[in-house]
């Protein structure tokens, strides 16, 4: 049984990303805010999320905060989707296991990230 | 001659408004290259019209943009006008965005006696401006108000949002009742106040005052037409 957590403020995106992983995972949540996040993530801890950095209110950055300072939300691999370039950003010790930019991004790898992550091939630390 | 100040202006407004409409171009793409994945009749339905919509949009976006310069040659024709009709129109137009972003639009007209005096297609742009802006800024489920009143010797027009608060920078150019070009910092999470901008030159345009007033939980954004009192006529 696996479970991810979109968390994407365009509804356009989150139909897009929903269908994406409709194949690949079992438990779809979404949401278009941090703090819905926060709610939703104390609810079902998810196995993988996909967010976005610009969201209105609290930004993905701040989410990504707020996951790194709890034991049991800390290890919670992060799919990181953005338009801004974060090349210089540090993101250590955050959960990100891979950035795609919004503008390039391509539904098959965006699936085959989420496999590798299901898959436990990648690792948060 | 175009200063050297105004030239840089040129090309900084030029990357900012390549900048915003980077995000409706990203998301058409992702629609199209995830409409192939839709396997059912209701997925791929709700896949094109988010297509359709968002194409719309920054299309309006692009026109409105295109119409600046225009409108520094030549004044726009000004009539009289039902501005309730203007928003009933633009309501029409921006209902369907509201549903698909799970938002709500309340209306409340108190204004009963003027009508304006300006011009229709832009104050119709200004009002679509609004709501679209509220929209982004609110939180799902949750309610934007399009108010239409009185005010003073003029009707008031203006657009609640219950979003994040405006940084003091903004509040200081709002103040100044202008904004020369597009904002070239992130004035709320992904937006560079190119909507502001259009706003702000098109009231210019049509003589209206622009502004906002800050709540503790969002923001206001108004415009105040010129107006002719009219009791046969007020719609």
Redesign the interface.
């Known amino acids: 049984m696996s479970r991810a957590l979109i968390v994407e403020?365009?509804?356009?995106?989150t139909?897009?990303l929903r269908?994406?992983l409709g194949s690949c995972v079992n438990e779809v949540d979404t949401?278009?805010?941090a703090i819905?996040a926060i709610q939703l993530i104390n609810q079902h801890l998810p196995d993988v999320i996909l967010l976005d950095v610009?969201?209105?209110?609290p930004?993905g950055f701040t989410l990504l905060n707020e996951l790194a300072s709890y034991q049991d939300t800390m290890q919670i691999p992060v799919i990181l989707l953005s338009?801004l370039d974060l090349t210089h950003r540090r993101l250590d010790g955050y959960g990100v296991v891979q950035i795609f930019d919004?503008?390039t991004?391509?539904?098959e790898e965006i699936r085959q990230t989420v496999q590798a992550v299901l898959q436990k091939e990648y690792h948060v630390g | 001659m175009q200063s050297e100040v105004e030239k840089t202006a040129g090309i900084s407004g030029v990357l900012v408004a390549a900048h915003e409409l980077?995000?409706p171009?990203?998301?058409i793409?992702?629609?199209a290259?995830?409409l192939q994945?839709?396997e059912s009749k209701a997925?791929r339905t709700?896949?094109e019209s988010?297509?359709i919509r968002?194409t719309e949009q920054a299309l309006k976006q692009v026109e409105d943009l295109a119409k600046i310069p225009q409108l520094q040659k030549e004044q726009p024709v000004f009539e009289l006008v039902s501005v309730r009709a203007i928003c009933n129109e633009v309501i029409h137009e921006v209902r369907p965005l509201f549903c698909?972003?799970?938002r709500r639009l309340q209306v409340a007209y108190h204004n009963r006696t003027k009508v304006a005096v300006t011009n229709q297609n832009l104050l119709r742009s200004v009002i679509y401006n609004f709501c679209t802006n509220a929209m982004?800024?609110?939180?799902?489920e949750s309610e934007s108000q399009l108010t239409v009143q009185d005010y003073h010797d003029k009707i008031r027009v203006s657009v609640r949002d219950f979003?994040?608060a405006l940084p003091q920078s903004i509040w200081r150019k709002l103040q100044g009742g202008h904004i020369n070009q597009p904002l070239p910092v992130?004035m709320?999470?992904?937006s560079t106040g190119l909507g502001l901008y259009i706003v702000s030159q098109f009231t210019q345009v049509m003589r209206a005052n622009f502004g906002a007033i800050k709540h503790v939980d969002g923001t206001s954004f108004y415009v105040d037409l010129p107006a002719l009192e009219q009791p046969g006529l007020a719609l």
Do not use: F, H, N
């Open positions: 403020d365009s509804s356009a995106l139909d897009c269908l994406i949401c278009d805010s819905e610009l969201l209105t209110g930004d338009s919004k503008t991004m391509r539904p | 980077k995000a171009l990203g998301v793409r992702q629609l290259l995830t994945l839709a997925m709700r896949l988010q297509l968002t698909q972003e799970r982004r800024y609110s939180d799902q979003g994040p992130a709320r999470p992904g």
